[in-house]
């Protein structure tokens, strides 16, 4: 009987554990990590689920999983991919690529909190076969790195699980990094005012039918700035919980979006800075529905 540790999505967690397949609680969440391992030429390591697997039998994808009782997401990711394609992986070699909340889309519940992860393979060479015996379970059928053109082939054709898919604009953004980073040092810090267009509880301004139940932020567009398609810069207003028409505050950091042209801009109220967890948790009512990273 497996169990996980239950957060809020502010990433605390509640004290309260859950059985894996029991509902999990409206305003829980679970950990999950996917895991992604490169070698020097560049390839990712991916795996065939086994044939009994409950769901995506005989689909590839990347070794992932739910994070269990007392363990951390670093420590979920190691566990992880020992037991399906049996390397043993160092944490140093671990970065966290980027965190994303999910609670229901599509009108799929997975009330998650889903950490991806990357680690580089050092090893000379790799043989699938060998590796498969060292694994602690029977989840896969087969494994071997491959390039992102494979994987890119695979996902064509159905082959390859779909909630893997912010792999293909995600990444390359993310591996630009190292000789390129989104440079917001104009922006941050800024000082800006503007107008507010959805209030607290409120809906988008053309669809006023729709409400976000936990919708806790004033959110607005920035006067006299605008975006690359010609509309207000959009904004999340961090330090008031009822109704705003207008605001005036200091931008604290950014939210890029990776399948979006659209940056949102985290501006304070009162110029003090916000923990990482409560802004990712706090604008995840619509960045659920995004992949993307917080940059300072």
């Known amino acids: ?40 030429k560049g390839e990712y390591l991916i795996s065939k689920r086994a044939a009994d697997r409950p769901a995506h039998p005989l689909m590839w994808e990347t070794t992932g999983g739910s994070v269990i009782k007392g363990e951390n997401s670093l ?15 160092c944490k ?26 990357l680690f580089e393979y050092n090893g000379t060479s790799f043989d699938g076969i060998q590796s498969l015996k060292n694994a602690t379970t029977a989840e896969v059928e087969t494994c071997h790195f491959t390039s992102k053109e494979e994987i890119k082939k695979l996902y064509d054709k159905g082959k390859f699980v779909g909630t893997l898919d ?29 107008k507010i267009d959805r209030p607290v509880f409120s809906g988008p301004p ?15 567009y920035i006067e006299g700035i605008s ?8 904004a999340y207003i961090f330090g008031q919980d ?18 979006d042209t659209e940056d949102k801009w985290i501006v304070s109220l009162d110029g003090n800075d916000i ?18 990273k917080l940059y300072r």
């Open 275 to 292: 923990p990482d967890e409560k802004i990712l948790g706090d604008i995840s009512f619509q960045e659920q529905y995004f992949y993307g």
């Open 1 to 40: 009987m497996e169990k996980w540790d239950l957060y809020t999505k502010y990433r605390e967690k509640t004290g309260r554990e859950h059985i894996r397949g029991e509902k999990i609680p409206d305003g829980f969440y679970h950990l999950v990590v996917h895991v992604w391992i490169r070698n020097n």
């Open 227 to 234: 975006r690359a398609d010609g509309e207000g810069q959009d």
């Open 92 to 117: 140093e070699d671990g970065k966290l690529l980027f965190s994303k909340i999910r609670t229901e889309i599509n009108g799929i519940k997975y009330n998650d909190i889903m950490d991806v992860w």
């Open 242 to 259: 009822k109704p705003l028409d207008s605001f005036q505050g200091k931008v604290i950091a950014v939210f890029h979006r990776f399948n």
């Open 75 to 89: 420590e979920g990711a190691i566990r992880e991919v020992k037991e399906e394609v049996g390397l043993d992986l």
């Open 166 to 194: 912010y792999f293909f604009y995600a990444f390359n953004e993310l591996f630009a990094e190292s000789t390129y980073k989104p440079d917001y040092s104009g922006i941050i810090g800024k000082m800006v005012q503007g």
């Open 206 to 220: 053309k669809h006023k039918d729709i409400i976000y139940p936990v919708k806790r932020l004033n959110y607005g």
